[in-house]
């Protein structure tokens, strides 16, 4: 992708970003292989974004075309308890996210936007196969009567959202500030959390969307247990294709007391 090498030659504030959370997480690797990867994710970054006009504006039916399904557990069983589907910001989140909603009714968690019309636009299209699209910050009583009435809700909660209703453990050794929800509400809606990740295939052979089995014996009843195991399992997924994680998020912004900004 021309774009994003050109883009990562000019210096700016989130390649700084980048190169500062490749570093903390890989101080194996050397300078040049920081540059390399880095740059790979540019491109990818650039790539996901002009893609976002298939994603948005597609059929259904482009969506199947494009995104492969691995799932390890049954998604049509009627049987099935109530499920927390728990993403992680891959480059093809999104995408991952909407091939689901043309199959099956989901609820999905977003994070509003700067932008207003943006967001609007994003919402109406990331839900028009009949997702439900629900702002971050909603009450929780909502989330767990749709877990209770049958309808899986879909959230990431790998991002760093600040201090409230979060606890720090390591994710690649480093203190990341990391949201409890998805323990509290398995744990109040008595729900199963089943992870899933989409992996951008190369040659643009499209997306696979990998679901897997369902977290064992989670939650604990230790929020911190939990989210580390959230992140020793997204740590398991980034290295498979660390190129298409968003280090381009300040995963590090909050720290601990008397622990410096490394940004």
Known sequence: MVIGTALYALPSRRKHIVLVNLRLCFPEKTSSEHQKLARAHFRHVVRSYLERGIQWFGSAQTIRDIVQV????????????????????????????????????????????????????????????????????????????LLRSGKPVMLAADMDQGVDNSVFVPFFGVPACTLTAVSRLARLGRARVVPFVTEVLPNYEGYKLTIFEPLADFPSGSDVVDARRMNAFLEEQVVKFPEQYYWVHRRFKHRPPGMASVY
């Not at 099935?80 to 589907?85: C, D, H, L």
């Not at 009949?130 to 971050?136: D, L």
């Open 70 to 145: 691995e799932s390890r557990i049954d998604l049509d069983d009627p049987a099935a308890p109530p499920t927390i589907f728990m993403g992680f910001h891959f480059v093809g989140i999104e995408v991952g996210c909407m091939l689901y909603s043309t199959h099956l009714p989901v609820a999905s968690l977003y994070t509003r936007m700067s932008s207003t019309a943006l967001c609007e636009l994003a919402k109406r299209q990331r839900g028009r196969f009949g997702a439900e699209m629900i702002e971050r910050g909603t009450s929780a009583k909502k989330i767990l009567g």
